[in-house]
């Protein structure tokens, strides 16, 4: 088992700024040896083969072909909008 000393876990939480009493250090210390023996097990798994992945479910975009399309009503197209003003959309003045 990897051993955690008293002064590595007030080495860290000084670094953190964090201020721990003497119950709390000895609990971290006991607390950090436990993940490193869970990580120490994890190293033995053979992940030879397996590939790197950043996601547990794989997502694909669904992307589609760039179509110019030319509109012959310029009307019909702002009637889509919220706000018009002679020909163009009316936006909201940003500074």
Do not use: W
Request: hydrophobic share 35%; net charge negative.
């Amino acid at each position: 088992m990897i051993k955690i000393t008293k002064g590595e876990v007030k080495k860290v939480a000084h670094l953190a700024r964090l201020e721990l009493n003497e119950d709390e250090v000895n609990k971290h210390a006991e607390q950090l040896e436990k993940i490193l023996e869970y990580i120490k097990q994890l190293e033995k798994i053979d992940t030879f083969d397996v590939p790197c992945t950043t996601r547990a479910i794989e997502v694909i975009n669904a992307f589609r072909k760039d179509e110019k399309k030319n509109y012959d009503s310029t009307e019909e197209i702002l009637e889509l909008g919220p706000s018009i003003e002679d020909k163009y959309f009316k936006v909201p003045k940003i500074l």
